[in-house]
């Protein structure tokens, strides 16, 4: 039996993503990027804000969907609504950064608006 850590997240992206390999039919698309989820706590009758971020690594169609939208009027700062797993990405030999992967039959993504920065 396996176990899954599964995340559910809603944040902002903090810049675009990184992609690779899209429209390559060699290897899996893969885009990555860094939301920044608002997190409210009450101390002592007051209501705080503490802003988390969270690494997020879409694989397959849904980077291509990342891409499209990243297309049309980029990523940073669009309200993104994700379901992954929690897992560990390999930045070394040694090293992992923690992160959120998102693929299709284990997760969702939805990127629910476009901000308006004129005003």
């Known amino acids: 039996m396996f176990d899954y850590a599964q995340v559910q997240l809603l944040g902002r992206a903090t810049k675009d993503a990184e992609l690779h390999h899209i429209n390559d039919e060699q290897q899996t698309p893969r885009a990555t990027f860094t939301i920044a989820c608002n997190i409210p706590t009450r101390r ?11 690494r997020i690594m879409v694989l397959g169609s849904f980077a291509n969907y990342v891409a499209n939208c990243q297309q049309s009027g980029g990523l940073k700062g669009r309200l993104i609504n994700v379901v992954g797993v929690m897992a560990d990405e390999r930045v070394g030999e040694d090293e992992y950064l923690e992160i959120t992967r ?12 476009r901000r308006n920065h004129d005003g």
């Open 44 to 54: 002592r009758g007051e209501v705080l804000t503490t802003t988390i971020y969270r």
């Open 102 to 113: 998102v693929a299709p039959g284990s997760g969702a993504i939805k990127i629910m608006d």
